[in-house]
C-alpha cells in the first residue's frame, strides 16, 4: 500500500455516513468525503476501524485539515485506488 497525505478543507456537503467496499467481498462502515485543496479536489473514505468518530469531526472541521492514509489499489479489476484516511490533524 502506498501513503498518502493531502492538506485542505472538508467539503461539508459531500460528507456521506456509508459503508465502504474496498474490494468486491468487503464492506466496512465509515465515511465518504470530498477535500479541496490549492489546487485539486480530492475524493476520500475513512473507516471507522481506523478513526472511532471520523464523520462527526470531519463534519466539525473548521479551516484546514491535514489528512493521512493510505491508497488503496484494487488490482483486480481496473487499478482504481482508494484513498483511505487514518489520521486527521487540525
Known amino acids: 500500500?502506498?501513503?498518502?497525505?493531502?492538506?485542505?478543507?472538508?467539503?461539508?456537503?459531500?460528507?456521506?455516513?456509508?459503508?465502504?467496499?474496498?474490494?468486491?467481498?468487503?464492506?466496512?462502515?465509515?465515511?465518504?468525503?470530498?477535500?479541496?485543496?490549492d489546487n485539486f479536489l480530492v475524493s476520500c473514505c475513512?473507516?471507522?476501524?481506523?478513526?472511532?468518530?471520523?464523520?462527526?469531526?470531519?463534519?466539525n472541521t473548521k479551516g484546514k485539515v491535514k489528512l493521512e492514509g493510505f491508497l488503496f489499489v484494487d488490482t483486480y479489476s481496473d487499478n482504481a485506488s482508494l484513498s483511505v484516511v487514518t489520521k486527521i490533524t487540525q
Open 1 to 37: 500500500m502506498n501513503q498518502f497525505g493531502v492538506t485542505g478543507f472538508i467539503v461539508k456537503s459531500s460528507l456521506t455516513k456509508k459503508n465502504i467496499q474496498p474490494v468486491d467481498d468487503m464492506s466496512y462502515p465509515g465515511c465518504s468525503f470530498l477535500v479541496q485543496t
Open 46 to 59: 475513512s473507516l471507522d476501524k481506523y478513526i472511532d468518530n471520523a464523520f462527526e469531526t470531519l463534519q
